[in-house]
């Protein structure tokens, strides 16, 4: 990256990961000033300016003529930020505020470093590297969890991340926000951060949502004989079998209608069957045609050989025999295909070995 400037900055978790020595994700960039009028003086190639945000998006000089791809990256202007509403968006105000007021606004002091892209200097005005020796997650200010309560979230995604905890003040402004929680929040937001923190599928990350109590910002009537029926394992069945959505199977028995769920999320929260299939070929049938997350949440709620036997066994049992085969076999298109192909199905989960034409012939007795 060549973009440089005496008032470009890199900024939030980027420098947090460098001085971690960990891989970052994402490269974000502040500039204190105007970003907007920045990228103009400079002949950046801008792709789009948002003026109420301050923001702007360019792409970067070419570094090299073979350069395959050339990602586009965001410049924010310093900003600061109020709440009027708390547990919602932000206002933005003071476009092209100073360095320390931007950083000023943000979660935690490891998140509220920035470094110059012209010097390398670190700027670390609250002691983030500090903390980042001590392995401590520290917010910035007293109503940093009432402005933001998605921050106790992602306080609880870095802790297990990183392998940091709250300090002692912080836990104790947590502990505070959650027995006195504003319901009235940004569930958006919050459901950002659920995803991120669960789909890291650390068992560790269940254990601090349950024990300081973190469920209750999902609202709705949790108690704690609803937890998760058996947490242990979670983490492995996810490993083994990779479902898209780790995090609904953490969190799937949890009231989650505050979050908006999608109709696919809500589909695998719903269609958890309460029922014991008497037969490998029911059990096929009654996990055939769910998602993979709902029959993980069967495993875990219902009845864990049955799952998994459909999942390590049956999943894999396939018919050969297709529509075009019976024709050939002189079966008149109907209704009676289905029930051949779930009759070899059947025979095949009875006996992967079948020989299915034969066994069509001999049954039904055409040709
Ligand atoms: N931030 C904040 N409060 C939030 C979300 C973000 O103060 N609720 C600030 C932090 O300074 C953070 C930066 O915005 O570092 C960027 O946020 P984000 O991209 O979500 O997180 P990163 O810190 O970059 O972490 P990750 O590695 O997970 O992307």
Redesign the pocket.
Known sequence: MTLKDKNLYY???????EILGTQ???T?FCYEGNAIEFARKSGLNIIKENPDFGTVRVTPPQTSPSRECDPSIDIASTREETYPQAGHLPVIKNIGCSLKND?K????T???MAKNTVTGDIIDYFGGIKDIRNKKLKVLHSKSFID?P??IL?GL??AV?FGFELDDETKKLQDDYLDNINYDMSYH?LK??LK?TFNLNKEEAYKKFIEQGIYKLLGGNITPSQYFPSREGVSALIDKYKPYKPWLVWLGFFDLSNLELTGEEQKIIDSIPNVKPKNNFETYKLFNNLPLETVLLYALSIDYDIAINYLDRLKNIKIKTTGKDLKQLGIPNGKIYKEIFDFLLEEKIKNPQTDEIKLVKEKYGFI
């Not at 900024?11 to 990961?17: E, I, L």
């Open positions: 900024v939030g978790g980027v420098v947090r990961d970052s994700f994402d974000d950083l606004r943000r979660d935690f490891i998140n509220a933001d998605t921050r992602r995604k870095f991340r937001r950002k951060e991120e």
